[in-house]
């Protein structure tokens, strides 16, 4: 795997074939999301996506910041010009185009674009020391990455509202409870939980995965209506990979499933 100057990848992340951790590596400014991380990201993201032992990604920060935010002093002096030309918004969108499951791993500060680049991924584990904000009403300016769509989308108007307009932080255990997080767990041990959720995933048949992350994030696009009839085609198309009839077979002959990803 190619090295690259603002993350960390790891491949076969604790001996594991389909497990990869990416791991944000700016730790002097609290992995601050400067235009070139975010490209790192993205890059890193689209060769682990087409490489076909990696089943699930695992996307971390450190101990003290999963990430603080877009890189304040790269943007402070930019025009909205100078904005459209770096092209950040064309780069982040490249994010929901990757169909393996993300999963990201929270310690610490996730705040303003790095609370948007982990509500951008599938779903988030948080250590208990972690803490989510979206604080640019306190530099002046708003969310920009999603904050204000997917944040209400994931705790509802009223608790979003609260937050965009004070800026105000949420601990991991409120988020837990409102529904941005999946799971707390203690900080310590918050890469080898979330490796266990992944291994459980990456153990399911691979294009089932796909389809299902597909079918729920179409939740978000459309009518009830509209996405019971995608899950549905989903469903269906299912039925023919190799591995729905493994699964089947496998469940019903009382023994472990082995998928080969059709
Ligand atoms: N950008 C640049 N540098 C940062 C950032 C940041 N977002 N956050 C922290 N740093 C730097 C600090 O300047 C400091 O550097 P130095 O050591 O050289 O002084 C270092 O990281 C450590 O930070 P602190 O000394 O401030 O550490 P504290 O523990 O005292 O405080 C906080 C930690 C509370 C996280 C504090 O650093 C903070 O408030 N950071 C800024 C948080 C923020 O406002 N984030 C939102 C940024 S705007 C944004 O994200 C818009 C997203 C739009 C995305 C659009 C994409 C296209």
């Not at 690259?4 to 992340?13: A, G, P, Q, S, T």
């Not at 009223?158 to 932080?169: I, R």
Request: glycine share 8%; hydrophobic share 40%; with cysteine.
């Amino acid at each position: 795997m190619k090295t690259f100057e603002n993350i960390l990848v790891e491949k076969n992340y604790k001996g594991h074939e389909h497990i990869a951790l990416v791991q944000l590596n700016r730790p002097k400014v609290l992995n601050a999301l400067s235009t070139d991380l975010m490209r790192d990201v993205v890059e890193a993201f689209f060769l682990l996506e087409d490489d076909k032992d990696v089943r699930v990604i695992i996307l971390t920060g450190s101990d003290r910041a999963f990430a603080a935010g877009a890189d304040i002093g790269q943007m402070m002096e930019a025009s909205p010009i100078d904005q459209i030309n770096d092209n950040r918004f064309r780069t982040w969108k490249q994010l929901s185009l990757i169909t393996k499951p993300i999963i990201a791993a929270v310690n610490g500060f996730a705040l303003g674009g790095g609370c948007e680049l982990a509500m951008s991924c599938d779903f988030i584990i948080a250590g208990d020391s972690a803490k989510f904000g979206q604080p640019e009403i306190k530099i002046g300016t708003i969310p920009g990455a999603g904050g204000t769509q997917r944040l209400t989308r994931a705790i509802g108007k009223s608790k979003a509202m609260m937050m965009v307009l004070t800026g105000e932080m949420m601990d991991a255990y409120q988020a837990e409870k409102d529904g941005l997080v999946a799971k707390v767990v203690p900080s310590e041990t918050l890469l080898q939980e979330t490796f266990e959720v992944a291994k459980s995933i990456s153990d399911r048949a691979p294009v089932a995965v796909k389809l299902a992350k597909e079918a729920v994030n179409m939740a978000y696009e459309t009518s009830l209506k509209d996405g019971m009839e995608y899950e549905r085609r989903n469903f269906y198309l299912t039925f023919s990979s190799k591995d729905q009839k493994e699964g089947m077979r496998a469940f019903m002959e009382k023994r472990a499933p082995k998928y080969q990803g059709n």
